[in-house]
């Protein structure tokens, strides 16, 4: 296949790249690089199956190949990043889908959109399912990410029905893994790189919150799998083993042999209170279920940040 990623310089983006190559698939990753990095492609570019094109998809831009499918993962994707880009992370899932969109219709592509657990708010049921409408706040600190996610949803679904597109929504829940930033947000790269500093781990509220999280290399395991399937409302995507951020921050300290405390501050207005997939839907529909065990991913992670401060 020839797949265009957008986002393709980003932490989940890149590892797509990666394993699209490797299954032997032509890729154009086309970034903005507002949060993505040409680091996390650099050893790509030498490679005649991919192809690296900087270009904005909130405005018009041009690909000339046909195209057998277009994934859309261009947003920023953490707390800090899309804060700071409010404006532009609704774009991206506004005017960026639109245009990403059409560019599937206009190369009869399928089109698959990286959408998230975010759009289930605050939840008042655990776990998540995908029939679920979730507990929103549409006009809070956290709205411009959990909207623009929701509005894609919308229109992706209007591009299935009106034009027959043949659509794909992922609902991603907590990846983490190599070539995340150190200090995007979010609760593993923040913690390990505290960890490795003996800096106190800043957990923000009591620390009973929780998460799931999905090691990177099967959530592209999971995307690859949706991607080829004939599901078109979403699925959820993630590792239904729930933590709470306590745990978690104990558990960075012990493999990062570190000597930090854990300190707590201030919860986010509209911080999730619990988060954890109910992933039957994709074991039965795409026959995939995470494999890699939390402290096996944190191993891996860890290491990755040990190695790029060297």
């Known amino acids: 296949m020839k797949i265009l990623i957008a986002g393709g310089a980003g932490f989940l983006g890149s590892h797509l790249c990666d394993l699209f190559v490797l299954k032997g698939?032509?890729?154009?990753?086309?970034?903005?690089?507002?949060?993505?990095?040409?680091?996390?492609i650099k050893h790509l570019l030498k490679n005649k199956k991919f192809k690296f094109k900087k270009a904005d998809i909130t405005k018009n831009f041009k690909i000339q190949e046909k195209l057998d499918a277009v994934l859309h993962f261009a947003s920023p994707a953490s707390p800090i990043e899309y804060s700071k880009h409010s404006i532009e992370t609704l774009l991206a899932g506004s005017e960026g889908t639109l245009n990403l969109l059409n560019l599937a219709k206009k190369n009869?592509?399928?089109?698959?959109?990286?959408?998230?657990?975010?759009?289930?708010?605050?939840?008042?049921?655990?776990?998540?399912?995908?029939?679920y409408w979730?507990?929103?706040?549409?006009?809070?600190?956290r709205s411009m990410y959990d909207e623009a996610k929701r509005f894609s949803e919308a229109l992706i679904m209007s591009y299935h029905r009106?034009?027959?597109?043949?659509?794909?929504?992922?609902?991603?829940?907590?990846?983490?893994?190599?070539?995340m930033k150190a200090n995007d947000g979010r609760a593993v790269p923040?913690?390990?790189?505290?960890?490795?500093?003996?800096?106190?781990?800043?957990?923000?509220?009591k620390g009973t919150q929780t998460r799931?999280?999905?090691?990177?290399?099967?959530?592209?395991?999971?995307?690859?799998?949706?991607?080829?399937?004939?599901e078109n409302s979403p699925v959820n995507i993630g590792n239904p083993q729930e933590i709470t951020l306590n745990e978690l921050a104990k558990t960075v300290v012990k493999l990062a042999a570190s000597k930090s405390a854990i300190v707590y501050k201030?919860?986010?207005?509209?911080?999730?209170?619990?988060?954890?997939?109910?992933?039957?839907?994709?074991?039965?529909?795409?026959?995939?279920?995470?494999?890699?065990?939390?402290?096996?991913?944190?191993?891996?992670?860890?290491?990755?940040?040990?190695?790029?401060?060297?």
Not at 134 to 141: A, F, L, R, T, Y
Not at 190 to 205: C, D, P, W
């Open 25 to 40: 698939d032509s890729v154009i990753a086309v970034d903005n690089l507002l949060t993505g990095k040409k680091e996390n």
């Open 108 to 131: 009869k592509a399928v089109f698959l959109f990286a959408s998230t657990s975010e759009i289930y708010g605050d939840p008042l049921i655990t776990p998540q399912n995908e029939n």
């Open 134 to 141: 979730g507990n929103v706040n549409p006009i809070g600190k």
């Open 162 to 179: 009106v034009h027959g597109l043949n659509t794909k929504i992922a609902r991603i829940f907590n990846v983490y893994g190599p070539r």
């Open 190 to 205: 923040s913690f390990i790189n505290q960890a490795l500093k003996n800096k106190n781990i800043s957990v923000f509220g």
């Open 212 to 230: 799931s999280f999905c090691f990177v290399s099967d959530l592209t395991a999971g995307i690859y799998k949706l991607l080829s399937s004939n």
């Open 266 to 310: 201030t919860l986010p207005e509209d911080d999730p209170k619990r988060r954890k997939p109910d992933i039957r839907k994709a074991l039965k529909i795409l026959k995939w279920k995470p494999e890699v065990k939390l402290k096996e991913g944190l191993k891996k992670t860890i290491k990755y940040f040990q190695l790029s401060e060297v």
